[in-house]
T-cell receptor, first 112, second 115 residues
Framework: GENVEQHPSTLSVQEGDSAVIKCTYS??????FPWYKQELGKRPQLIID?????GEKKDQRIAVTLNKTAKHFSLHITETQPEDSAVYFC???????????FGTGTSLTVIP | DAMVIQNPRYQVTQFGKPVTLSCSQT?????MYWYQQKSSQAPKLLFH???????NEADTPDNFQSRRPNTSFCFLDIRSPGLGDAAMYLC??????????????FGPGTRLTVT
């Protein structure tokens, strides 16, 4: 099955700085790559996603880039705010399209 | 409005005593998932249904079973819970797959404690 690796596992940034989280995947047939934000004790919430026919997608302060050749994708958060502090998970859809495999998570702390 | 509902939100069971967790959805999505999430770890896919077709992950223990009696409901049965099964169990749904995956909607989770 799909193997998704995520780095770094923890990330601390000063408020206003940018944060970048990177993921790699193993299955070249994967075609959908969502990013989730999970606050303590809460459900994962989709914050942005990208499909394999697109190289970059942006939504206000959040952007995702995808390199299909290298099989990696990244989350970029600009102008970070304390409320961005959470655990972020990347995921990739399996080759059947129904299975989702998660990265190991990045705990982001934004220091005021 | 609640879209994916999980009951109960907190469940305490004894070692070896069967327990059932439930999930319901108002989205009319064809695909339903069960994940296990332990503290500080990523959600781990246990199994999923595409309509009534059941798909088990290769490393999901036999101790875990699932039922989907209709589109709206899905159940997770743990036949003989061990201490290692204490975790958050997340249910999720997504709409039809047509060559590509679609956004998953997660329920609030059920926190299972095994004593």
């Amino acid at each position: 099955g799909e193997n998704v690796e995520q780095h770094p596992s923890t990330l601390s940034v000063q408020e206003g700085d940018s944060a970048v989280i990177k993921c790699t995947y193993s299955d070249s047939a994967s075609n959908y790559f969502p990013w989730y934000k999970q606050e303590l004790g809460k459900r994962p919430q989709l914050i942005i996603d990208i499909r394999s026919n697109v190289g970059e997608k942006k939504d206000q302060r959040i952007a995702v880039t995808l390199n299909k050749t290298a099989k990696h994708f990244s989350l970029h958060i600009t102008e970070t705010q304390p409320e961005d502090s959470a655990v972020y998970f990347c995921a990739a859809s399996g080759n059947t399209g129904n299975q989702f495999y998660f990265g190991t998570g990045t705990s982001l702390t934004v220091i005021p | 409005d609640a879209m994916v509902i999980q009951n109960p939100r907190y469940q305490v069971t004894q070692f070896g005593k069967p327990v059932t967790l439930s999930c319901s959805q108002t989205l009319n999505h064809n695909v339903m998932y069960w994940y296990q999430q332990k503290s500080s770890q990523a959600p781990k896919l246990l199994f999923h249904y595409y309509d009534k077709d059941f798909n088990n992950e290769a490393d999901t223990p036999d101790n875990f079973q699932s039922r989907r009696p209709n589109t709206s409901f899905c159940f997770l049965d743990i036949r003989s819970p061990g201490l290692g099964d204490a975790a958050m169990y997340l249910c999720a749904t997504s709409r039809d797959w047509a060559g590509a995956a679609y956004e998953q909607y997660f329920g609030p989770g059920t926190r299972l404690t095994v004593t």
